[in-house]
T-cell receptor, first 112, second 114 residues
Framework: DTEVTQTPKHLVMGMTNKKSLKCEQHMGHRAMYWYKQKAKKPPELMFVYSYEKLSINESVPSRFSPECPNSSLLNLHLHALQPEDSALYLC???????????FGPGTRLTVT | DQQVKQNSPSLSVQEGRISILNCDYTNSMFDYFLWYKKYPAEGPTFLISISSIKDKNEDGRFTVFLNKSAKHLSLHIVPSQPGDSAVYFCAASARIQGAQKLVFGQGTRLTINP
């Protein structure tokens, strides 16, 4: 089973809203990732969690706040976003010392 | 500074023929390379990978070649099938701060024509 699930599939939010994106995997992977992908662009790394601890933050604005409650779950809390934050947000996971990352289907976020 | 480059934004190949997708990288710290396939509105799907200590890896119709001295890798798909039509991303991996970081190329849109 190489499934990573993400909810919701689509999200529309205003610039003053607070919302959260959720990601879940049951492959026993200990590394989880958040990526942002704009149209016709490659995925760009935002955050990496390794053994539930934040390992990499790619200088992401504080209006994006990641959280890893346990080894299977990864959240991305959103607050006061801008229209340019509209994108596909992808979650991925991998074995901590493995190289292949497995991606979820993504959440299409629109900020109005 | 684009560390991973796919110089062909699109490629059109006839069904049954060979598709060759190319990728170049600049950072010598990358030690593992991967190819992902992506359909619209879906996440990338892992296809095949290669370690920097190898020069070839094969999995069914897919073969990845790595030329480390040229910092170049390619994905061969043979024979090409209509279901292979998608965007293909090359990705390079480096271990940073105890975690694996993937850097993606810009992608190549492959179209297989019947």
């Amino acid at each position: 089973d190489t499934e990573v699930t993400q909810t919701p599939k689509h999200l529309v939010m205003g610039m003053t809203n607070k919302k959260s994106l959720k990601c879940e995997q049951h492959m026993g992977h200990r590394a989880m990732y958040w990526y942002k992908q704009k149209a016709k662009k490659p995925p760009e790394l935002m955050f990496v969690y390794s053994y539930e601890k934040l390992s990499i933050n790619e200088s992401v604005p504080s209006r994006f706040s990641p959280e890893c409650p346990n080894s299977s779950l990864l959240n991305l809390h959103l607050h006061a976003l801008q229209p340019e934050d509209s994108a596909l947000y992808l979650c991925a996971s991998s074995q901590n010392w493995g190289y292949e990352q497995y991606f979820g289907p993504g959440t299409r976020l629109t900020v109005t | 500074d684009q560390q991973v480059k796919q110089n062909s934004p699109s490629l059109s190949v006839q069904e049954g023929r060979i598709s060759i997708l190319n990728c170049d990288y600049t950072n010598s710290m990358f030690d593992y390379f991967l190819w992902y396939k992506k359909y619209p509105a879906e996440g990338p799907t892992f296809l095949i990978s290669i370690s920097s200590i190898k020069d070839k890896n094969e999995d069914g119709r897919f073969t990845v070649f790595l030329n480390k001295s040229a910092k170049h890798l390619s994905l061969h798909i043979v024979p090409s099938q209509p279901g292979d039509s998608a965007v293909y991303f090359c990705a390079a991996s480096a271990r940073i701060q105890g975690a694996q970081k993937l850097v993606f190329g810009q992608g190549t849109r492959l179209t297989i024509n019947p």
